[in-house]
């Protein structure tokens, strides 16, 4: 199973490893229903940094907490309610539905365009588009944390950022925040919004 990201927790832990765990955690959480198993490690997640005040901080408490005040299955029907149910979902969870209006649209074409450059196809057993969030947060960590220095290195990740990320995903963390019956995931969606916040302005510094 996947491990939490004690990283939002630890200053002390490598900034990258942070990122790519956070990354990782995003991506768990938004693909599918929660395991009871990977909530339950949620709930015993530290939920203080050691650094007080630390701009995730607050976000991750949050959603700590609410994990705490709900169940498994409160957590698991909220999931369906959002994103599941047969045809049309309550909150979509891809790329070109906010870029484009549409789904299977120009920005999936350029992305898939984007994946082959850097050698990442998509494995078989995988029923969503490349532009759904959980997949780009995997690109991300994988961009962060791979072998590979020729793909594995701040210029792309910056590049796949700025064109793939940064101009739509706040559009759905507001989808998923203004939705009624949204509350874990509002929290996700607070937590998603601030650390894109964290990595736009990363990647800002550098010009």
């Known amino acids: 199973m996947m491990p939490l990201p004690e990283a939002v927790a630890s200053s002390a832990l490598d900034e990258e490893t942070a990122r790519s765990e956070l990354y ?4 768990h959480v ?3 229903q929660l395991a009871p198993e990977f909530v339950a490690n949620l709930r015993l997640a530290a939920t203080e940094t ?3 005040g630390a701009f995730l901080e607050e976000p991750w408490r949050a959603l700590v907490g609410i994990a705490r005040e709900m169940s498994d299955a409160q957590i ?3 999931f369906d309610a959002l994103f599941g149910g047969v045809g049309k979902p309550e909150v979509y969870l891809y790329a070109s539905h906010y870029l484009s209006g549409f789904l299977n649209e120009k920005p999936l074409a350029r992305l898939r365009t984007e994946l082959d ?3 990442l196809t998509r494995d078989d057993a995988v029923t ?3 532009d759904h969030v959980a997949y780009l947060c995997e690109v991300m960590r994988y961009l962060i944390a791979g072998d590979d220095a020729a793909v594995a290195n701040l210029t792309r990740q910056q590049s796949f950022f700025a064109a793939h990320l940064q101009p739509w995903v706040g559009q759905l963390c507001d989808a998923i925040q203004k939705h009624p019956k949204a509350r874990f995931y509002a929290a996700v969606a607070e937590l998603t919004r601030a650390f894109m916040q964290v990595e736009a302005q990363g ?3 550098l010009g």
Do not use: V
């Open 24 to 27: 990782g955690l995003l991506a």
């Open 30 to 32: 938004y693909y599918a």
């Open 50 to 52: 050691p650094a007080a």
């Open 76 to 78: 698991a029907a909220e």
């Open 117 to 119: 450059s850097l050698g």
């Open 128 to 130: 969503e588009t490349e």
């Open 203 to 205: 990647f800002d510094m």
